[in-house]
């Protein structure tokens, strides 16, 4: 018979969504009913609260998502507007930074396995939508593009055009 290997106190008492573990196995990310974000160290059982979403709407889609090395959580919240803008908090400094500019709702935040990008999925009529206790906010239909943030300063887009111009080898170079 299976026993509790180890037990994690959480300070909420509430329900809990989307537990999605660190690659690395060092904590778990999780949101609860009250719209909460939280990490759980496995080392020191610590909880912590990340982040809280101001406004409840049952389209739920705040759940984090950790990146490649176990240091950031990105997350997808919902601003005055009622558009959701990407933010990403770095476990380590404890700090949070607005990735998206909240001028069209964005979901699904996901680090590539480079950690050089960060995916989400954007739509720019999801507004007529957005007040979900009007009836008028069911018929219309939501469309999302597929977008991508550079995480590094130094980083390319892989979305680049490139040449099709062909290279020339040095025997080519030296029969002309």
Do not use: C
């Not at 020191?44 to 889609?61: E, Q, S, V």
């Not at 990146?67 to 558009?83: E, T």
């Not at 990008?117 to 206790?133: I, M, P």
């Amino acid at each position: 018979m299976g026993a509790v290997q180890k037990r994690y106190d959480i300070p909420a008492r509430t329900f809990y969504y989307q537990p999605d573990w660190a690659p690395d196995g060092s904590a778990l990310a999780f949101t609860d009913t009250d719209y909460n974000i939280w990490t759980v160290s496995t080392s020191t059982g610590l909880a912590m609260k990340i982040d809280t979403d101001r406004y409840a709407h049952p389209n739920r889609t705040f759940n984090p998502t950790w990146s490649p090395d176990s240091r950031y959580l990105a997350y997808a919240k919902q601003q005055d507007s009622h558009f959701k803008s990407v933010f990403i908090h770095d476990t380590q400094a404890g700090t949070t930074h607005h990735v998206t500019q909240g001028l069209a709702d964005i979901i699904s935040p996901i680090f590539d396995q480079s950690g050089k990008y960060l995916y989400y999925l954007v739509s720019t009529d999801y507004g007529l939508t957005s007040g979900w206790l009007d009836m008028s906010s069911y018929d219309p239909s939501v469309t999302r593009s597929l977008f991508l943030t550079l995480l590094q300063e130094d980083g390319r887009s892989p979305l680049l055009p490139s040449s099709d111009d062909e290279e020339i080898t040095e025997d080519e170079k030296d029969n002309s």
